[in-house]
């Protein structure tokens, strides 16, 4: 089992000592949410991962790109894996984005995991001046084209949203084919296009029950797709912490990392890292 944190609400002066730390203590991964504008209120739209439809933080709450600061842990560590859980990709031009998320690839040497997502936020849509009921599609083709630029000598892609090429774009990522695309959702739509379209899903706040029905259902559509054989990692949230039998429940549910935030609000995010590989990840199997 492999075990990434999530570091969405560390303090940005922090971001290079627990991204260090984290790899010293041997988590797997270091991953950073994304959002480019929250409303002064929320309510308009229904955030999907909890029952009253609230987002668990503040509009205030402090912002990075998060490829930007992927990049910055990048240049602290040199094994540690680095993923965005998830990248908006509708809310921006995909060629535009292509080239942000080359970038962490070619100078992590090949540590980028691309979580990407549809989106939930509709005012957040309206403020960058980008469709929202489309955003679907927008997504579908959008990976198509991060694939197209990433793989192809001469890329070119003609669809209905965007059409260019043939150019150039180089480098290509240093992992080959291409860093590993991974998408969130919950819905049966968001499932059909990780089966389709990824090398992997993440979801949010699953017990090790309700992943395992995750889980099949995705092995189904996988199959449906014709892309039962290949690569395919699932991820999920785990909260704060978990113990060692909850989390060989996960792997039995076929979960292949689990993503913790693993300190409280009386203690730094340092010594929760530090107390969560004591008690879990040093006891672990050794994973890549």
Do not use: C
């Amino acid at each position: 089992m492999k075990v990434g944190i999530n570091v969405f609400r560390v303090p940005a002066q922090s971001l290079a000592e627990v991204a260090r730390r984290a790899e010293e203590l041997g988590y797997e991964s270091v991953w950073i949410s994304d959002h480019l504008v929250l409303p002064l209120q929320f309510g308009g739209s229904h955030y999907p991962y909890t029952d009253d439809g609230m987002p668990p933080m503040r509009p205030d709450i402090p912002l990075l790109d998060p490829l930007s600061a992927l990049a910055y842990m990048a240049a602290v560590t040199s094994r540690v894996r680095l993923g965005t859980s998830v990248y908006i990709l509708p809310l921006r031009n995909p060629i535009v984005t292509a080239r942000a998320a080359v970038t962490v690839d070619v100078l992590s040497r090949g540590r980028l995991i691309f979580g990407v997502g549809i989106g939930w936020l509709a005012e957040e849509f309206a403020t960058a001046g980008e469709g929202f009921r489309n955003r679907a599609r927008r997504t579908e083709e959008g990976v198509e084209i991060l694939k197209a630029l990433w793989t192809q000598p001469e890329p070119e892609f003609h669809g209905r949203f965007y059409d260019f090429g043939p150019i150039k774009f180089e480098p290509k990522p240093a992992q080959r084919p291409h860093p590993p695309i991974h998408f969130g959702g919950e819905t049966e739509a968001a499932l059909r296009r990780a089966a389709a379209l990824g090398d992997g899903w993440y979801g949010m706040g699953h017990a090790p029950e309700s992943a395992a029905a995750k889980v099949q259902k995705l092995r189904a559509l996988r199959e449906e797709a014709g892309r039962g054989n290949g690569p395919f990692e699932v991820t999920v949230g785990a909260g704060r912490s978990v113990d060692l039998e909850t989390i060989q429940r996960y792997a039995v549910a076929g979960v292949d990392r689990i993503m913790v935030s693993p300190w409280t609000s009386s203690q730094s995010v340092i010594e929760g890292l530090e107390q969560f590989a004591r008690e879990v990840v040093l006891k672990l199997p050794a994973s890549g």
